[in-house]
């Protein structure tokens, strides 16, 4: 069982910054591959980038290919989003997942976060 809480979010302008983290609970964090999704209002929910359990294999969707970093510290269980030059269309509400795959980051996701309200105004 992995509980998920994110933090970071908040109210930007166009073409600025804004890092979001994941903290974990549980003595595997590091067993699972991890991923950051998003869903706007009135939209379905996207993969936006995932990396998997010991970093080597990172993957993003196009549209923030370039903007967003994902990383991960396993030692203090804890996942991160960099987002840099951000425009209005990445508003949405960014949810962290774990996913009991060492490598492969696309498929079901086991364990969801909350949540939290990324707004980007223009």
């Known amino acids: 069982q992995v509980q998920l809480v994110e933090s970071g979010g908040g109210l930007v302008q166009a073409g600025d910054s804004l890092r979001l983290s994941c903290a974990a609970s549980?003595?595997?964090?590091?067993?699972?591959?991890l991923g950051w999704f998003r869903q706007a209002p009135g939209k379905e929910r996207e993969f936006v980038a995932g990396?998997?359990?010991?970093?080597?294999?990172?993957f993003y969707t196009d549209s923030v290919n370039g903007r967003f970093s994902i990383s991960r510290d396993n030692a203090k269980n804890t996942v991160y989003l960099q987002m840099n030059s951000l425009k209005p269309e990445d508003t949405a509400v960014y949810s962290c997942?774990?996913?009991?795959?060492?490598?492969?980051?696309?498929?079901?996701?086991?364990?969801w976060g909350q949540g939290t309200q990324v707004t980007v105004s223009s």
């Open positions: 997942a774990a996913r009991d795959h060492p490598t492969e980051v696309f498929g079901p996701y086991d364990y």
């Open positions: 549980g003595r595997t964090f590091s067993r699972y591959t």
């Open positions: 990396i998997s359990r010991f970093g080597g294999n990172t």
